[in-house]
């Protein structure tokens, strides 16, 4: 199977502050790749597919990035709601999702 | 706006069989993939399986001897069948639709599922 690796497991950044996180995966899944966000006590949220596509509804401060092995989460101006854990989830073979990224707003 | 709801026990015994159904409403189960997503209290996410409208099964290496998925398009509902649970299984479960090459654009609000006898 596919093995998902983020970085970093935890960041705190202020409000205004860019946030990058970033994804690798053990092979190359093209642009097989999401991003989801997920607040405690709430189903996961799709941001992004496709690696840079952006999911309907989805404030245009996140973004997406990469192809191949190596993938990013953007987000331009940090907000307080989006404290969350992050997640990334490959699609090339049967869906593997990476461990977390847990963001805090110092 | 498609809206996904998990239905069943809340608690299982130790080597049962955990049984949960997903109702679709918003919109048909035809023509898509729907899965199952599972997290263990303050873990991560792991994908259970998933199914396409016609039938067509996919399911997590690590748990294939013991899951069964399956859909009723009549209901225009899906379930999960896990047998011989133990402890390990014990998890929210999420239903979702898509599954393959599809991210997961709508979820249930999730049911905890506990393994104990």
């Known amino acids: 199977d596919i093995q998902m690796t983020q970085s970093p497991s935890s960041v705190s950044a202020s409000v205004g502050d860019r946030v990058t996180i970033t994804c690798r995966a053990s092979?190359?899944?093209?642009?097989?790749l999401a991003w989801y966000q997920q607040k405690p006590g709430k189903a996961p949220k799709l941001l992004i597919y496709?690696?840079?596509s952006l999911q309907s509804g989805v404030p245009s401060r996140f973004s997406g990035s990469g192809s191949g092995t190596d993938f990013t989460l953007t987000i331009s101006s940090l907000q307080p709601e989006d404290s969350a854990t992050y997640y990334c989830q490959q699609a090339k073979s049967f869906p593997t999702f990476g461990q977390g990224t847990r963001l805090e707003i110092k | 706006q498609v809206q996904l709801q998990e239905s069943g026990p809340g608690l299982v015994k130790p080597s049962e069989t955990l049984s949960l159904t997903c109702t679709v409403s918003?919109?048909?189960?035809?023509?898509?993939?729907w899965s199952w997503i599972r997290q263990p209290p303050g873990k991560g996410l792991e994908y259970v399986g998933y199914?396409?409208?016609?039938?067509?099964?996919d399911y997590n290496p690590s748990l294939k001897s013991r899951v069964t998925i399956s859909v009723d398009t009549s209901k225009n509902q899906f379930s999960l069948k896990l047998s011989s649970v133990t402890t390990a299984d014990t998890a929210i479960y999420y239903c979702a639709k898509g599954g393959g090459g599809i991210a997961a654009n709508y979820w249930g609000q999730g049911t905890l599922v506990t393994v104990s006898s």
């Open positions: 918003g919109g048909s189960i035809s023509s898509y993939y």
């Open positions: 092979q190359d899944i093209s642009t097989w």
């Open positions: 496709s690696a840079s």
């Open positions: 199914i396409y409208y016609s039938g067509t099964t």
